[in-house]
């Protein structure tokens, strides 16, 4: 168990002495994480045999292993440790996650290159196959969004978030073919094999990540997301909103680019949903 994990857990156990020494590992990790042991008992007000005492209660045979094991912690990140909000009431919930939203799709837009979008939509419209791909909650998404989206453009694409039929898909693709590729971290491993094979056989690859990581080196044409996201760890990430963004300017510009293709298919799957399902045209367009 995490020592951190450990001490959340058993903190109401500890006695009074012990019970500061938690507080301060928990709320001031930066000055715990390099504190000797007489600053950490000073601060606390204890004793530094009770804190060697505290370190063994903890699994620690000593304060050395015992800040070792704090180190380590770091790795994981010091907002894990205590999280919170500056508000939890619903009504300033909602402004965190819609002024976060708008933050993203503003930054994006700003950032954008459209000379670079021009490219990837030249490249997507003229693809014989589509090969969407993406690992993890967010990655697997957007590559869904990805067929979702340009299926009903006429383009024959498909999604897959399943890192073996990545590989084989990208070693059955042919020349004609393009693989675009979604990584929030831009560390995918699987991702950036696949792209460099694609490459070695002169497949077209775009990614979508954050610019100057491995899957973006590894890449064609790469689409840079470089957003802030804060320290509020319960607030699903605000990226994936400049995401689905680019996305939706993507498959525009490729309906733009096939137009005709397009506006059959579109009504094409637009008189199935009227016939079938909705028996009027006043449902939302392309769905």
Known sequence: MDIFETIQEDRDQFSPSEQRIADILLDHFDFAVNASIIELAERAEVSPPTVTRFCRRLGCQSFSEFKVRLAKTAFIGVRYLNPGAKS?????????VFTKAQNALFMM????????LDRVAEKLSRAQMIY??????????????????????GSRVTASNDHNMQLMLTAAAQPEDVIIGSSFSGRNA?????????????????????????????????????LPEGEN???PTSTRFAF????????????????????????????????HRDGDDRQILGD
Request: proline letters at 2%.
């Open 88 to 96: 939890t009431e619903p009504a300033d919930v909602a402004e965190d």
């Open 109 to 116: 837009h700003r950032a954008l290159d459209a000379a670079l």
């Open 132 to 153: 969407a791909f993406g690992s993890g909650g967010n990655s697997s998404m957007v590559a869904s969004e990805l067929q979702n989206r340009l299926f009903r453009l």
């Open 190 to 226: 699987e991702l950036v094999r696949c792209f460099t094979l694609a490459r070695e056989n002169g497949i077209g690859t775009i990614a979508l990540t954050q610019s100057n990581s491995p899957v973006a080196a590894a890449a064609e044409l790469v689409i840079g997301i470089d």
């Open 233 to 235: 760890i319960f607030r």
């Open 244 to 275: 689905l963004a680019v996305i939706d300017v993507i498959a525009s510009l490729v309906a733009y680019r096939n137009r005709k293709r397009s506006t059959v298919t579109l009504r094409h799957i637009k008189q199935q949903l009227v016939e």
